[in-house]
């Protein structure tokens, strides 16, 4: 199609130009309630924050927990940075990305009038996020890696952010088969996230090859994209049929540090709670024992226990107390 930075440029226009309220946005409906969103949810962000730019609701399938610092490529206005700093809590943190001046200047505004201050929205491009390495627990989107002229590289990046074990959930437009000539040439249909779409197979593929696991399909509908080529509108079913709106789990791989964190304290409760060292014995002074359930789990548990003293700098006489050798 066109060259990468000018097709950048021209998402950057349109969009700057939405963000000041100007034209209408590029789904087939702006009402955001169609794509899952809540009344309760919209009534919940700041006014002017929803703009029905998305094509799906990914925070209904993230599974957010409090404390957690999430990552939204192309937050827009943003409606679903504010709706995950409610889920995430005080203790939780969310960054929004977003390469449109207007875009992140509206969203600061709007966070500054409502006093949200677990939210940070930053000018920067999806494909060279401005985000530390490992620094976050989730990653979404919502209709917008389709515009991307790298789509490699935005998951790329999105996998370079994300803690081990952390989650990938966008929303996105895909394509069932290819489109038309004249459709994948028209820079309406491109900025209207139907151009730009990639297969579907394609999608995943560029996921997996990121790094990331468990890449699934999480939901999927019809866009019902309606479009203007050459100087048009046309919804013709030919090829309107086979533009999807899908939503995607992915898994960074590795263990998650609040997953290790819990599985090691299990082993310290079960350490301290049965087993020959809680009774003021050593590993090697009684043999494994199946009734007791000390076996080689216990062993385990012993280095798990360990290792969490160690990290919390305890000494070696403030874990469980080995036998008196006297």
């Given at each position: 199609m066109?060259?990468?930075?000018?097709?950048?440029?021209?998402v950057r226009e349109r969009y700057g130009r939405l963000a000041r309220g100007a034209g209408s946005c590029c789904a087939p409906t702006c009402d955001s309630r169609s794509l899952g969103y809540t009344d309760e949810e919209l009534s919940s962000v700041p006014e002017g924050a929803d703009l029905g730019l998305g094509c799906g609701s990914p925070l209904a399938l993230a599974a957010l927990k409090p404390g957690e610092?999430?990552?939204?490529?192309?937050?827009?206005?943003?409606?679903?940075?504010?709706?995950?700093?409610?889920?995430?809590?005080?203790?939780?943190?969310v960054i929004g990305v977003d390469m449109t001046p207007e875009m992140v200047g509206r969203a600061r505004a709007s966070a500054r009038e409502h006093g949200y201050r677990n939210v940070d929205?930053?000018?920067?491009?999806?494909?060279e996020l401005p985000i530390e390495d490992r620094s976050a627990d989730v990653v979404i989107s919502n209709c917008v890696i389709n515009l991307s002229p790298d789509?490699?590289?935005?998951?790329?990046?999105?996998?370079?952010?994300?803690r081990p074990g952390g989650r990938l959930v966008v929303s996105d437009v895909v394509?069932?088969?290819?489109?038309?000539?004249?459709?994948?040439?028209?820079?309406?249909?491109?900025?209207?996230?139907?151009?730009?779409?990639?297969?579907?197979?394609?999608?995943?593929s560029m996921i997996q090859s990121a790094g990331f696991e468990r890449v699934r399909v999480l939901s999927e509908r019809s866009y019902g994209a309606c479009v203007t080529v050459g100087g048009?509108?046309?919804t013709p079913a030919r090829w309107a049929r086979h533009v999807l709106s899908v939503t995607v789990g992915a898994r960074r791989p590795g263990e998650a540090p609040r997953a290790r964190a819990a599985r090691l304290k299990g082993?310290?409760?079960?350490?301290?709670?049965?087993?020959?060292?809680?009774?003021?014995?050593?590993?090697?002074?009684r043999p494994p024992s199946r009734e007791r359930g000390d076996g080689p789990v216990l062993?385990?548990?012993?280095?798990?226990?360990?290792e969490v003293l160690r990290a919390r700098g305890q000494g070696e006489g403030q874990g469980p107390r080995p036998r008196d050798e006297g």
């Open positions: 066109r060259g990468g930075e000018r097709l950048k440029r021209l610092t999430v990552v939204d490529l192309g937050s827009g206005a943003g409606i679903d940075c504010f709706l995950a700093a409610r889920m995430v809590g005080a203790r939780g943190r929205f930053r000018l920067g491009a999806i494909e789509k490699r590289r935005v998951f790329g990046e999105a996998l370079r952010v994300l394509l069932a088969r290819g489109l038309p000539q004249r459709v994948r040439e028209s820079l309406d249909a491109y900025l209207g996230c139907v151009a730009g779409a990639a297969l579907k197979r394609d999608y995943l048009e509108e046309t082993k310290i409760i079960r350490l301290q709670s049965d087993g020959p060292l809680a009774r003021g014995k050593s590993w090697d002074e062993r385990g548990a012993v280095e798990g226990g360990r």
